[in-house]
Structure formats: structure tokens, C-alpha cells
């Protein structure tokens, strides 16, 4: 059996995908209501997290940020205190690498395996099972998992010990925050000088200077309709664990800042919930 904490826009649908493969599933999260979906299809739901581990061999997390995950850990509930000796807890989330290394800490304590897996992709990869997963820990504890990532994503990247697969992510992420928003501020330029949106769009992503994913990005900046498959707060929390990140390990980060203080800029005018792409509409000028 297999539990699954934390179902919303991402874990939802990693869960779904595990299902839909026959794998038995009991679910936890903080509003049901978002779970409920999992449920109609069979899934289990458990009313906390230590309750939803409760006979499980490997748990899954995918949490919003480090207080999330070590709240459903250790906090009064705390699934760490029902996982059984030897049983693994695979952590999906994007927290700061340091923060990995205390978890697998915290259950190695308790003679629990730790992967940290976080994931390359937003909603529509996470939908197809299209996800890569960047994963730190032993390499016999991956194999162990290996089939369920595979149900789950197209790519599976060991990058070493506990703490290195979180550190990949933030990588990833950073190059992806920044490729967002030097393009948007293109797109921006390009329409202040009068050019049309869509023109503009088509030629840059007909081009080599723009990153791939970008293409699945254009529908949303030519609508303007910027419904999160990676919500913008999401990557403003990121981009400050990167520059936590290079702060503890003595690199300057001059762009990654600037960048992280737009997406700031973009949550104060009330993009927060949007699609991460709706930086485009903070810094077009046609508001």
C-alpha cells in the first residue's frame, strides 16, 4: 500500500496516475475537497497524516514549501511517528536542500529510508506522467521506487547523495523563473514599439534564443488567460530558496535576486494564484 500526502495542483495528479495504474492509494490533505476526485477512483482518504501512513511501505509527499513538509513529518500528527521501520518516505516537494538533508536525518532517526524527488514539469506534464524526477538518496532506495516515478514521469535523473536532487531542482527552476521573465519583458518591448503580440511571439519562439518550454507558454500570453499549472507564488518561493542556496554556499547571484524581486512585485499587484507566466502581464505596459 502506498500513501500519498498532499493532492493539489501537482500531487493530485501524480496520484491520479498511480491509480489509474491499480496501485492502491490512501490519500491526506488539508482540504479534502481536493482530494475528492482520487476518492471517486478509489483512493483512501485518512484524516491525518500519521493516520494515512498506517500500513504504508513508501510515502509520498508533495508539499508546498519546507514548513508544510515538516509540519505532516513532525508536527503532532506527524507521519513519521506511524511509518514503520524500513519503510520509505519519497519527498516530492521543493525545499531548500538543507532542509532535505535534516528530513533524511529525521528518519533515518527512526530507521526510515529518504528519497528527496522533486520534479521537472507543471500540471499538464504532471497530467500525462510526463514529469522528470530529480532524486537524491541511495541508489538501492531508487530502484526500490523506480516503477512508481516511471507511472508518474518520462525521466528519472539520480543526482547522488540526500540533498542533491533538491539542489538540481533549484537549479532547474531558477534557469526557468529567469526564462520567463526576460522573455515576457521581450514580448513587452517588442509591443511598446508597436508590434503585435502575437507576431512577436511566433518569432521568438521560431528563434534559438528561447527555451522549449516556452512554446507551451505562448496560448497563455497571446489569451491573457493565465490559469496556474505552476502558480507564480510557487516560483517567488523558489527563487528565495535559491538565493538562501547561495548564500550558505558563498556564490553571488545578482540576476537570481532582481528576478526573485519582480516576482515579488507581481504577488503585490495581486498575481499570486495566477500561472507563473502572468509576469508577462506586470511588466507589459497594456494592463
Not at 493516520?51 to 508544510?68: C, D
Not at 504532471?126 to 516515478?149: M, R, T
Not at 507511472?151 to 539520480?158: D, P, T, Y
Amino acid at each position: 500500500m502506498i500513501a500519498f500526502i498532499g493532492t493539489g495542483i501537482m500531487g493530485n495528479r501524480m496520484a491520479n496516475n498511480l491509480i489509474k495504474k491499480d496501485y492502491e492509494l490512501t490519500v491526506y490533505n488539508r482540504t479534502k475537497e481536493k482530494a475528492k476526485n482520487l476518492l471517486d477512483k478509489g483512493a483512501k482518504w485518512a484524516n491525518s497524516p500519521k493516520a494515512a501512513v498506517e500500513g504504508a511501505k513508501i510515502v509520498f509527499t508533495m508539499l508546498s514549501n519546507p514548513a508544510a513538509v515538516e509540519d505532516a513529518a513532525l508536527g503532532e500528527n506527524g507521519f513519521l511517528k506511524g511509518m514503520k521501520e524500513g519503510s520509505l518516505w519519497v519527498d516530492c516537494s521543493t525545499v531548500h536542500p538543507d532542509f532535505s538533508r535534516k528530513m533524511a536525518g529525521e528518519a533515518g532517526n527512526r530507521s526510515i529510508r529518504f528519497l528527496d524527488a522533486p520534479v521537472a514539469g507543471s500540471k499538464i506534464p504532471a497530467e500525462k506522467g510526463e514529469l522528470v524526477f530529480l532524486v537524491g538518496g541511495k541508489k538501492e532506495d531508487l530502484d526500490e521506487v523506480e516503477s512508481l516515478l516511471q507511472v508518474m514521469g518520462k525521466a528519472i535523473k539520480h543526482q547522488g547523495e540526500n540533498g542533491k536532487g533538491t539542489s538540481m531542482k533549484l537549479v532547474v527552476n531558477l534557469t526557468l523563473a529567469q526564462a520567463m521573465a526576460s522573455f515576457s519583458e521581450a514580448v513587452a518591448l517588442g509591443e511598446a514599439m508597436d508590434l503585435e503580440k502575437e507576431t512577436i511571439i511566433e518569432t521568438l519562439l521560431g528563434g534559438a534564443t528561447a527555451a522549449p518550454f516556452l512554446h507551451s507558454k505562448k496560448d497563455k500570453l497571446v489569451n491573457g488567460d493565465f490559469d496556474p499549472e505552476f502558480p507564480l507564488e510557487h516560483v517567488q518561493k523558489d527563487l528565495q530558496l535559491i538565493s538562501e542556496a547561495a548564500y550558505y554556499n558563498g556564490i553571488s547571484l545578482p540576476i537570481a535576486n532582481v528576478t526573485k524581486e519582480v516576482y515579488g512585485l507581481a504577488m503585490q499587484h495581486g498575481l499570486s494564484k495566477k500561472d507563473f507566466s502572468a509576469i508577462y502581464e506586470f511588466l507589459s505596459k497594456e494592463k
